[in-house]
């Protein structure tokens, strides 16, 4: 799991300088089933420290250690004990999944790693002050109360099916939609479907089948959906099987064309709508959306979370700067949560500023996303 | 009490309105488990044992129909006899995946095993460590995403049964499912081969001695299986695409079809699978999806309390 890539971007004069060595970390899913979330974010942060290693002035040289979780709760506290063993290793981007971070923070925190999620919203993650999380996107807290307005108020849709994946990530999310969509004056129906075995879960695909014969007996006019793409996109399959016709929404987590990929048929994907948390400009843009293709081959628009990893690392950086950079791997990590707590960092997705619990100081607004699989894109609807 | 009874009312008026629904979904479920299942009983009822890699033949048969449908089609969606084409196409070539894929894993990881009498415990790791390599290399070979399988029709309900709608692709298992089952089962029962596979699971030793190929008998008992999962793989993945993990649950929800039918026996691996289908189909009346599973092994658990060898019990070497 542990996939350690070679120093990216060093040229061999900062070599010869003797400049000191760093080395940033990225935890998320760089394999299985939700893996096109984690390469995203992955090549973002790779980009970054390209960057930061072509600036001649930079005071160290920067490497990139990738630790490979799949997403899942039960692999990431074996990354993190990984990471933290990495005595180079000064900040973890990450971990991407809410579930995962949940299971590996208590171990990066006894280490005093900051970590900077560019992804991981569930609204429980952010406690305490002053702690070693942070993330550059909004809470489910914020993200579920505007899906669920958009479906109720925006759609004014009457009768819902609240549904999630039995995940930290898509429970929290989906309750936070239930609540609020109650609270706008809708009926809502609230249903888990686990993870399936073909999502990297151990539930039966044919789960679907029946759960869309059920939801279409109650023909809610709209159902949101709180997980990931790839469990989607086999509900969307059973629920065209079946004759759903009411609209769809799914959150951040399902925010990729692989939805349309892995949809059968990819038609059934047509007209869902998606969010992201991200807030304002959630996309690469310009020269580093060229930068990012070319070294990705993801198009940047459409490659969720890219934007916010490429801010956190470059965030992690500018601390790394500012710091009087401590010779003890144990007390930098320190200096560095101080650090990220204390700046305000103007990134390409808007002002950064951390809250005591890691949270954005800044109120975000929730962009909202319709996909169509005849372009195989995922068009922007407005926002929050 | 009252409170009691009126949730059991609801869930009794839920099963009673979604009946017809659940039970169309439940029986199409069914019948891949069922074909699946053959494959388990038909190894374990040559060898004794249970081949753990048989979920990776189930996958093999998905992408093979999986990658050939995406040559033969690209992007458009054929119709009428086109459309009977693809499909026999996509049967004909996970079949023959599945099959070349089993009769390979019979070769590599048992016969060596069995020449040299190893214990049954080493059969189990070999087809567990079978099993591992078989879906890490489809992993790395064919992207870990779930992929789309290229429809051969428009799905849409072809007729109703009491207001259910029955989807294009319902008919499509059950026919091909039925069709493939039917001449299995005469195969065994009726063919000189059969007769072999009949009597190397009745007894080995003395099947020899009567002039049967033990070894060529068991590499076909292991191909047939492999036929029907590599087909079953094609199906479920007309539904539900492609992924290196896709065999672990359909294979597992087999493995307990074929006990619940009783281990060994054709007939019951297919009954199995059609009770386990319906029955986990239609208990989502009465509780979450996040229970399905758990209402699935509950059954198991429960018939095999009341017969412990199954429903139909073990039939080995019986012409099924």
Known sequence: ?384 | MGAFAHFLAGHFDTLRLEFWSLLVGGVANGFIYGMVAVGYTLVYGVLRLINFAHSEIFMTGGFASYFVLRAVMGTSVPSGWATFGVILVGIVVGGTAGALAATLLERVAYRTLRRRNAPKLAYLISAIGASYFLFNLAGKEFGRYNESMPQPYINHPVFTIFGAPVQLYYLVIVAAGAVMWLVLDRFVAATKLGRGIRAVAQDAETASLMGVNIDRTIAITFALGGALGGVGGFLFGLGSGVVYTMGFVPALKAFTAAVLGGIGNLRGAMIGGLILGVVESLSIAFVQAAYFDVVAFAILVLVLLVRPTGILGERLGRSA
């Open chain 1, 1 to 384: 799991m542990l996939m350690a890539l070679p120093a990216v971007g060093l040229t061999s004069a900062a070599n010869a300088a003797g400049k000191p060595t760093y080395t940033i970390g990225y935890e998320g899913p760089l394999s299985g089933g939700y893996q096109q979330l984690g390469l995203n974010m992955v090549f973002a942060v790779q980009l970054a420290i390209q960057q930061a290693n072509r600036n001649s002035k930079l005071p160290f040289k920067l490497k990139l250690a990738t630790f490979d979780d799949q997403g899942s709760s039960t692999l990431a506290p074996a990354q993190a004990q990984a990471a933290i063993q990495n005595h180079s290793l000064v900040a973890m981007i990450g971990p991407a999944f809410s579930g995962a971070t949940e299971a590996a923070e208590p171990y990066y925190s006894a280490a005093h790693m900051a970590t900077v999620s560019p992804s991981a919203t569930a609204a429980a993650l952010a406690k305490g002050t002053m702690n070693n999380f942070m993330r550059v996107v909004a809470g489910d807290d914020v993200q579920g109360a505007a899906d669920a307005n958009f479906l109720v108020k925006t759609h004014g849709l009457k009768s819902l099916v609240v549904i999630n994946n039995g995940s930290f990530y898509g429970a929290g999310l989906a309750s936070v939609v239930a609540k609020q969509a109650k609270k706008d004056g809708a009926s809502v129906t609230t249903y888990t479907y686990p993870t399936t075995g073909s999502c990297g879960g151990t539930a039966s695909v044919s789960e679907y089948t029946s759960a869309a014969t059920q939801i279409v007996a109650s023909n809610p006019a709209g159902l949101f959906y709180g997980g990931y793409y790839c469990g989607l996109g086999l509900l969307l399959g059973a629920l065209s099987s079946a004759g759903y016709k009411g609209t769809i929404m799914s959150d951040d987590g399902s925010w990729t064309t692989q939805l349309i990929a892995g949809t059968t048929p990819a038609s059934a994907a047509n007209g869902v709508y998606v969010s992201e948390a991200g807030g304002g400009n959630a996309n690469l843009t310009g020269k580093l959306a060229a930068e990012y293709k070319a070294l990705s081959h993801f198009t940047a628009n459409g490659a969720t979370y890219a934007a916010q990893a490429y801010d956190a690392t470059n965030m992690v950086i500018q601390a790394l700067r500012d710091v009087k950079r401590s010779p003890k791997v144990t007390v930098l990590r320190k200096q560095l949560i101080v650090q990220l707590h204390r700046m305000t960092f103007k990134g390409v997705t808007g002002v950064i500023k951390f809250q005591g619990n890691g949270d954005l100081s800044r109120s975000s607004f929730v962009d909202f996303g319709k996909v169509d699989a005849s372009t195989n894109t995922i068009a922007s609807v407005g926002h929050s």
